[in-house]
Nanobody
Framework: QVQLVESGGGLVQAGGSLRLSCAASGRTFSSYGMGWFRQAPGKEREFVAVISWTGNTYYADSVKGRFTVSRDNTKNAAYLQMNSLKPEDTAVYYC????????????????WGQGTQVTVSS
């Protein structure tokens, strides 16, 4: 069982930056792929970025070049550095853990955090 807690969301102006953190419980964090998803009001949850247990990364086209996903297995944590934020990045951001996988599909993930709100003003 893994529990995930996101933090770091907030209100930022367009062009600004935020760093989201995802703290994980459990002793096998290093074996999980960690994904980041977001959901804007009235829209479906969408994939943002993922990092595998070996450190491979993959990004949605909409955030490529602006967002960076990373992890620190010694701290049981994953991070999403978000730069050059745009109003369309406004959403609730979720981290999720997948056992021995790193899918872009939300249905593939076993554990989810509660989400953190990111609001980008124009």
């Amino acid at each position: 069982q893994v529990q995930l807690v996101e933090s770091g969301g907030g209100l930022v102006q367009a062009g600004g930056s935020l760093r989201l953190s995802c703290a994980a419980s459990g002793r096998t964090f290093s074996s999980y792929g960690m994904g980041w998803f977001r959901q804007a009001p009235g829209k479906e949850r969408e994939f943002v970025a993922v990092i595998s247990w070996t450190g491979n990364t993959y990004y949605a086209d909409s955030v490529k070049g602006r967002f960076t996903v990373s992890r620190d297995n010694t701290k049981n944590a994953a991070y999403l550095q978000m730069n050059s934020l745009k109003p369309e990045d406004t959403a609730v951001y979720y981290c999720a853990a997948q056992t021995m996988g790193w899918s872009t599909r939300s249905a593939s993930y076993d554990y989810w955090g509660q989400g953190t709100q990111v609001t980008v003003s124009s």
